[in-house]
């Protein structure tokens, strides 16, 4: 498969629906940030777990969590509802730790790294026309 790279700003895509490996949803409707459903994950660290909020936009790094994270802890991110792990075996490059991924419609899915304070993050999407029809407003759709 061919690889192609694109930047974009931040909070360029809004991400609307989000799955665990087994296909639960992690969209939270009852948790809102940036005027959108958050994307949440159990996360385990120090022997306690609580829920993390990830805002929805690709590239804005904020997010509320229920338990106190401090820089350079790893994280164990599971599903909130089946409890699968989502961690990777791709490992970050610059902490050197598996990374962790949500999937999107189609096949696409966003790849993090679990350590606190690392941006390392990366989007993959394999049917652009597909992928863009989700993510966009149809005035702001780029056209193919």
């Given at each position: 498969?061919?690889?192609?790279?694109?930047?974009?700003?931040?909070?360029?895509?809004?991400?609307?629906?989000?799955?665990?490996?087994?296909?639960?949803?992690?969209?939270n409707p009852d948790k809102i940030l940036s005027g959108k459903p958050a994307i949440s994950?159990?996360?385990?660290?120090?022997?306690?777990?609580?829920?993390?909020?990830?805002?929805?936009?690709?590239?804005?790094?904020?997010?509320?969590?229920?338990?106190?994270?401090?820089?350079?802890?790893?994280?164990?991110?599971?599903c909130p509802r089946c409890g699968v792990s989502l961690t990777t075996q791709e490992q970050?490059?610059?902490?050197?730790?598996?990374?962790?991924?949500i999937h999107l419609p189609d096949g696409g899915e966003v790849r993090a790294c679990p350590?606190?304070?690392?941006?390392?993050?990366?989007?993959?999407?394999?049917?652009?026309?597909?992928?863009?029809?989700?993510?966009?407003?149809?005035?702001?759709?780029?056209?193919?």
């Amino acid at each position: 498969m061919e690889e192609v790279r694109i930047k974009l700003p931040p909070g360029t895509i809004l991400i609307k629906k989000a799955a665990c490996p087994k296909g639960c949803s992690l969209i939270n409707p009852d948790k809102i940030l940036s005027g959108k459903p958050a994307i949440s994950a159990l996360v385990r660290v120090r022997g306690v777990s609580g829920l993390i909020h990830f805002n929805p936009y690709y590239g804005i790094f904020e997010y509320e969590c229920e338990i106190d994270l401090r820089a350079g802890d790893i994280v164990g991110v599971y599903c909130p509802r089946c409890g699968v792990s989502l961690t990777t075996q791709e490992q970050c490059g610059i902490c050197r730790v598996p990374m962790f991924a949500i999937h999107l419609p189609d096949g696409g899915e966003v790849r993090a790294c679990p350590t606190v304070g690392c941006h390392n993050h990366q989007l993959t999407i394999v049917d652009l026309d597909a992928q863009f029809a989700e993510y966009y407003n149809e005035e702001r759709r780029p056209k193919m």
